[in-house]
């Protein structure tokens, strides 16, 4: 079945500082990513849509220059969080829509958890 | 407002038990429902899909139903076991070019021995 990875799964950073995730699309090639985050025991919230070769589009109070994306290629989409600050520490989770499918299937990530001390 | 709502919030049975969670929604143009068990600290995997003319879709101990009509669905356990304690989440897909989902808030359940 279709695999999406993401890396990596847990990462601690420093307030200010930036941190990169990566989503990779193991054995499929999308066309589309999305990006979402979740809080504790809150559901998935989309965050921003991704695709190949264009800019992302990103849900309305998300901020585009906080939060970065990138879909160079057909099977990577990067996610930067920049200056990160407590508040920005969470799980995301990427999914990678796999073209041709009846259904167009979303795939979803492991997630990384992100803290930012 | 396009929306999806799941009951129980939580739920917790005994080993060996049967459960059945529920989902109505509100979405339109509705494509098909779709029904992801999430490990705490993982991501959704999907259990079930279903398009608006299929009443009911079987994964093992998980089997979905869907009425189109009344706009519910429900997600049934059968002899849950101690592995599916987890959020299950039903989503639902708009019919258009966004590929977006429509998620609801989750069932937490909590399998004891």
């Known amino acids: 079945g279709a695999v999406v990875s993401q890396h990596p799964s847990w990462v601690i950073c420093k307030s200010g500082t930036s941190v990169k995730i990566e989503c990779r699309s193991l054995d499929f090639q999308a066309t589309t990513m999305f990006w979402y985050r979740q809080f504790p025991k809150q559901s998935l919230m989309l965050m921003a849509t991704s695709n190949e070769g264009s800019k992302a589009t990103y849900e309305q109070g998300v901020e585009k220059d906080k939060f970065l994306i990138n879909h160079a290629s057909l099977t990577l989409s990067t996610l930067t969080v920049t200056s990160a600050h407590p508040e920005d520490s969470s799980f995301y989770i990427c999914?990678?829509?796999?073209?041709?499918?009846?259904?167009?299937?979303?795939?979803f990530g492991p997630g990384t958890r992100l803290t930012v001390t | 407002k396009n929306q999806v709502e799941q009951s129980p919030q939580s739920l917790i049975i005994l080993e060996g038990k049967n459960c059945t969670l529920q989902c109505n929604y509100t979405v339109s143009p509705f494509s098909n429902l779709r029904w992801y068990k999430q490990d705490t600290g993982r991501g959704p995997v999907s259990l079930t899909i279903?398009?608006?003319?299929?009443n009911t879709k079987s994964n093992g101990r998980y089997t979905a139903t869907l009425d189109a009509d009344t706009k519910q669905s429900s997600l049934h356990i059968t002899a849950s076991q101690l592995s599916d304690s987890a959020s299950y989440i039903c989503?639902?897909?708009?019919?258009?070019?966004?590929?977006?989902?429509?998620f609801g808030s989750g069932t937490r359940l909590l399998v004891r021995p």
């Open positions: 999914s990678a829509v796999e073209a041709g499918r009846r259904f167009y299937e979303q795939y």
């Open positions: 989503v639902v897909s708009l019919m258009d070019s966004s590929y977006k989902l429509i």
């Open positions: 279903m398009t608006f003319s299929e």
